[in-house]
């Protein structure tokens, strides 16, 4: 709705509490103040309240929806109509809005959360991480020890419990890089391979290619006169095997696999 239009609602309901003052009953002209005033209101421009304002518009359209509603037939019911609207007991739902209410149902979540675990490095615990970082060509910088930490505690009860803080160091450092083969292919003179698929490099770092990929299509190929099954995307290679799953056996174009036709 415009602002000309309410200017022009405003002074038709004026007009008709004017005209209704004398003849119209009380619960009709206070009907036509209220929404007079709620009109009003909403025609009002730059206010400089206007949480207020809006706070009394909704205080305004709920005693404006109290007076329209049907009058109950017992006439014992008219007094206590009359005192809720005169005492104007809609302040009440609007302090006691649910912010507070929702505020005080947040406070208990962080009491709910595990306490970390892991939250500073020092001292012995500090060393035994950079011995176990450096041991794996990683450097032990503070974007590794939070790193760390995050690992450290997303772990379960049990398996945090299951060895020394020391371990877990040891076997996050030892988490192989992911690294596309044709990296792996370039570098191949430096890598030696420590398991099928995963190499370490003159710096100690473990690397490791590409992950399974369930939606791969294989493609047979043979190298040194033996078949294999080969990813296309990954380019992982693996042993066919008739009796159970296939045996992975490293990358294609990787290790004793880089004379391989890439």
Same mark, same amino acid.
Do not use: C
């Given at each position: ?31 036509? #103040? ?13 206010? #400089? ?47 006691? #809005? ?13 009491? @709910? ?38 690992? @450290? ?19 996050? @450092? ?89």
């Amino acid at each position: 709705m415009s602002i000309q239009s309410k200017l022009v609602q405003i002074e038709k309901l004026l007009a008709e509490i004017r005209a209704q003052v004398d003849g119209a009953s009380p619960a009709v002209v206070k009907l036509n #103040k209220k929404k007079a005033e709620l009109a009003a209101l909403e025609g009002k421009l730059g206010s #400089k309240t206007p949480d207020k304002d809006e706070e009394k518009k909704i205080k305004l359209r709920e005693q404006i929806a109290k007076l329209e509603a049907p009058k109950p037939k017992k006439g014992e019911a008219k007094p206590e109509a009359d005192t809720e609207s005169a005492s104007e007991p809609e302040e009440k739902p609007v302090k006691a #809005k649910a912010k507070p209410a929702a505020k005080a149902e947040e406070k208990p979540k962080p009491a @709910a959360k595990e306490d970390p675990r892991v939250t500073r490095l020092t001292g012995p615990l500090l060393e035994s991480f950079k011995k176990a970082m450096e041991a794996n060509g990683l450097e032990p910088n503070a974007d590794a020890k939070k790193a760390f930490a995050t690992y @450290a505690n997303a772990m379960s009860s049990d398996e945090y419990a299951s060895t020394t803080l020391e371990n877990h160091m040891k076997a996050y @450092a030892s988490r192989p890089t992911v690294m596309t083969v044709s990296e792996l292919h370039e570098m191949n003179g430096d890598l030696k391979e420590e398991s099928p698929g995963v190499f370490r490099n003159t710096k100690k770092k473990l690397l490791t290619g590409p992950p399974e990929d369930d939606d791969e299509e294989f493609e047979d190929a043979t190298f040194e006169k033996t078949k294999y099954v080969i990813g296309e995307s990954t380019k992982r290679v693996y042993i066919p095997n008739p009796d159970g799953p296939d045996v992975f056996a490293g990358y294609w174009g990787v290790g004793k696999f880089y004379e391989a036709d890439m």
